[in-house]
């Protein structure tokens, strides 16, 4: 753990609170009951005072270890901090003007077609190509030169990684609907197998009822 002012503070995920235990079905009825008479107490009061209630004023809390029974309010503003890391709100690939890495495609993630990724996929493999070789050239005449080149080569491969990840939607789209057909397919195959068990039982009571007769 670093004291230093600003750092981020990251370790391994925490045993449960203590108060876990507080959460006992006595517990839990009592609060019910606890909320339920102040539901009863709000109602009389408006009813008595309805120019006097105070919507701004917060709502008693349970008495003693019932308070932990009250869930906690919704974090305000966009992002939120948890394990060290920063994370928002909405659940949203980040761009990477966002994360300060020059984009080498020109269209925003959110306007870019499937057809123009393809397209961007390639110019970035023959670029990441073409560095490469300039990279072999660069190491055979003076080594020392290698590192633009190589922070060159990392950035095609952040743009190439973010384009990627622009797919995961689609991807899990595609993966759900396999499952589904897979899911189907065994349901309509288990039918099928009903469907001649109950063939052949129904021909062998008839054979059994015609042997009776």
Request: proline share 8%.
């Amino acid at each position: 753990m670093s004291g230093v002012d600003g750092d981020l503070i990251s370790s391994l995920y925490p045993p449960p609170p203590v108060y876990y235990k507080y959460f006992t079905p006595e517990n839990i009825e009592k609060f019910q009951e606890w909320k339920t008479k102040q539901d009863e107490e709000t109602l009389t009061t408006q009813d008595q005072q309805p120019e006097e209630a105070d919507t701004t004023k917060e709502p008693p809390l349970p008495p003693g270890e019932l308070k932990l029974q009250v869930p906690p309010k919704a974090p305000e503003g966009t992002h939120y901090r948890g394990y060290g890391n920063v994370w928002a709100f909405e659940d949203k690939l980040p761009s990477l003007k966002s994360a300060n890495w020059e984009q080498l495609y020109k269209d925003d993630d959110e306007s870019i077609t499937s057809e123009t990724k393809i397209q961007e996929l390639h110019k970035l493999m023959d670029s990441l190509l073409l560095n490469f070789l300039e990279l072999i050239g660069i190491a055979s005449i003076d080594p020392k030169q290698f590192e633009p080149k190589m922070k060159d080569i990392s950035l095609i491969l952040i743009n190439i990684n973010h384009l990627l990840n622009t797919y995961r939607p689609h991807q899990s789209r595609e993966s759900m609907i396999m499952l589904l057909r897979k899911q189907i397919d065994a349901k309509k195959e288990e039918i099928a197998k009903i469907d001649l068990v109950s063939v052949d039982v129904k021909a062998k009571i008839l054979k059994l009822t015609e042997m009776i007769d």
